[in-house]
């Protein structure tokens, strides 16, 4: 099976440009998140879908940052306009509510990350 | 809000060893899942093992265990017969079941696994 798929891998853009970073999930999973890593804060949760809505978007920085679910199989995280203070790994990830069990919700999987640098 | 702690930044093992990576966390939710996940120096982060807070049993997964003390809130990660190949940055992350699908992560335990 694909893992999750994000595209691009490597964005380098100048401060001011709109940046669109790519995500498509692990097809049946119902969860899609995005996350950002950067030495200074570690790993942090932007925002979270579940089936296509926005659940919590608490952890997205500021206006500048926006994130669509247009569909099961695709998210965008939206940076207009980009600084150089979002240079960071992003990572999108999803995971799948579970079936009958004790758990109430299943790990996560991750993509490979998109590695963005802001001049 | 909900805080984990890794205590050990960097930590070497020889290869065949066994290691412990420490992770303690801070609730007081009575219903939460702690995963354990890995990044290789390649960037991927790699679910490793899940423990739920109401499981009777530590959990294990291959060479990996999970030593979860639960009145001390801990879940320190157990490798067994460390290889080359387990060089990494380790991850704890703790998910509060009342606090919706979030994961917090800790700050990582570098490890590196030397012949």
């Known amino acids: 099976d694909a893992g999750v798929i994000q595209s691009p891998r490597h964005e380098v853009t100048e401060m001011g440009q709109e940046v669109t970073l790519r995500c498509k999930p692990i097809s049946g999973h119902d969860y899609l998140f995005w996350y950002r890593q950067t030495m200074m804060r570690g790993l942090e949760l932007l925002i979270y879908f579940n089936n296509n809505v926005p659940i919590d978007d608490s952890g997205m920085p500021e206006d500048r940052f926006s994130a669509k679910m247009p569909n099961a199989s695709f998210s965008t995280l939206k940076i207009q306009p980009s600084e150089p203070r979002d240079s960071a790994v992003y990572f999108c990830?999803?995971?799948?509510?579970?079936?009958?069990?004790?758990?109430?919700?299943?790990?996560?999987?991750f993509g490979p990350g998109t590695r963005l640098t802001v001049l | 809000a909900q805080k984990i702690t890794q205590t050990q930044p960097g930590m070497f093992v020889q290869e065949k060893e066994a290691v412990t990576l420490d992770c303690t966390y801070d609730?007081?939710?009575?219903?939460?899942?702690l995963f354990w996940y890995k990044q290789p120096s390649s960037g991927e982060m790699i679910f490793l093992i899940y423990?739920?807070?109401?499981?009777?049993q530590n959990a294990t997964e291959g060479r990996y265990s999970l030593n979860f003390q639960k009145a001390r809130k801990s879940a320190n990660l157990v490798i067994s017969a460390s290889q080359l190949g387990d060089s990494a940055m380790y991850f704890c992350?703790?998910?509060?079941?009342?606090?919706?699908?979030?994961?917090?992560f800790g700050t990582g335990t570098q490890l590196k696994v030397e012949l």
């Open positions: 609730t007081s939710d009575p219903s939460y899942g």
């Open positions: 992350a703790v998910l509060l079941t009342g606090g919706g699908n979030k994961l917090t």
């Open positions: 990830a999803s995971s799948r509510t579970p079936g009958q069990g004790t758990r109430v919700y299943n790990e996560q999987f």
């Open positions: 423990q739920g807070s109401y499981d009777q």
